[in-house]
């Protein structure tokens, strides 16, 4: 099992920035890593993803403003959002995925606030 804890998140102004930490109770180096947001009334939505080899994946409405990145010997993923907007306002959430003798795992974390407002 992997437990994943979220921070960062907090009240910014419209066109400020936060810089989100997930951090893994192990390592997960070889996970695919991601950041999903869920707003009220609304569906989860992929928000950024980070494959082992660090290929990057992003959602049309976050590309050039998001950047997720990792260290894999603190194991923890960030994610980097500049030029935030209301509509990102939303619980962002940490996921690790992996398969495991073919059969996929996936674990999350809590989540952590992100309003955005004025």
Known sequence: QVQLVESGGGLVQPGGSLRLSC???GSISMYVKGWYRQAVGKQRELVATITSDG???YADSVQGRF???R???KNTVYLQMNSL???DTAVYLCNAENY????LRQFWGQGTQVT???
């Open 67 to 69: 950047t997720i990145s």
């Open 55 to 57: 290929t990057t994946n």
């Open 100 to 103: 495991l003798f073919g059969v």
């Open 85 to 87: 907007k209301s509509e």
């Open 116 to 118: 955005v407002s004025s």
């Open 23 to 25: 951090t893994a109770s």
């Open 71 to 73: 260290d894999n010997a």
